[in-house]
């Protein structure tokens, strides 16, 4: 094959706060020949996610930091085109951790097959990690049917599968989210029982985040599913009943600040009424991986669960829909489709 050179995304600088398009750099990499045992993949679609942003910086964490003037990875889907192993041949759908870059060679351990029958992209939806994820976080505090969920961050990647799975469960689920559009897609389309815009009541604008759950939850919650952290989590330990839970999934709203931020004013709730509260890694889940296929890939099949997304074209445009997560530009899955 002839030399071939990929365009990729890498880190240049860490950023202070929200990132900017100054912190990366869009880089041709020319690829070298294909090894034995190895295979050349063309990426499709490439996943952004919020927790990426703590990788950007140079601190430990469950995840090792991007490093600087290299490629960052992250969950993509792409299509074999030449392969030097027997598992894998031209043609083959896999799913891989190595996003954020057009073309790449990686061992058959490093890739994932998955069918063709469904739309690639998914794969980073409803079928991949975002499922996964949300799935686990059920099963983390065994979830069960009767159970009143709120889940924050409801309209995004985890928070509206959470919520469709929850239903199949037999729950009451509640959603938060930053728009009216949002809180119809929750309510319309993922069959969530309440949603409310955590941003603004037209009908009582000065109504606080505390009251405005309150409202949608008047029996109080059982389960909370937390992707945002801070002043939701604080009114969500107002809301919880006694032997409540807590899914410890993100803290989105505290991920580009300068400063640590002080934890919620409440949090002797935890003890007043005996609360559960764990976090949640999906690495830890990996293992589980072929049950949750079986289980929630029947449901999306049988059209029990839908898969939503916001795409955007372009590897150039990787990085402002990255930025985009952290606006509220996406609904459902923000994914980037490759030309």
Known sequence: MPDLISREIQLVSRPQ???????????????????DEWVLVRNLYLSVDPYMR???????????????????????????IESHAEKFKPG????????????????PQQLHPVSREIEP?????????????AWAGLNLV??????????????????????????????????????PEKVEFLEQDCG??????YKHDPLIPTISLAERLHLAALN?????????????LEAALSALRVNGRIIACGGISGYNTAMPQ???????????KRLTMKGLIVSDWLGHHAEFEREVGDYFRDGKLKNKQTVVVGIDKAVSAFLGLFKGENIGKMVVKLE
């Open 17 to 35: 706060g929200l990132p900017t398009a100054a912190n990366f750099a869009l880089v041709e990499a020319k690829l070298e020949l294909l090894k």
């Open 54 to 80: 703590g990788r950007m910086n140079d601190l430990p964490s469950y995840v090792p930091p991007f490093e600087l003037g290299k490629a960052m990875d992250g969950g993509a889907v792409g299509e074999v």
């Open 92 to 107: 083959d759908l896999v799913t891989s951790n190595f996003g954020w870059r057009e073309y790449f060679m990686a061992t």
């Open 121 to 133: 992209s998914i794969y980073l939806g409803a079928l991949g990690i975002t499922g996964l994820t």
């Open 142 to 179: 065994d979830v069960q049917a009767g159970d009143i969920v709120f889940i924050s961050g409801a309209a995004g990647a985890v928070g509206n599968v959470a919520g469709q799975l929850a239903k199949l469960r037999g729950c009451e689920v509640i959603g938060s989210a930053g728009s």
């Open 192 to 197: 969530f029982d309440v949603a409310f815009d």
């Open 220 to 232: 109080g919650i059982d389960v909370y599913f937390d992707n945002v952290g801070g002043e939701m």
């Open 262 to 272: 002080p934890g919620p004013s409440n949090l002797f709730n935890i003890t007043t």
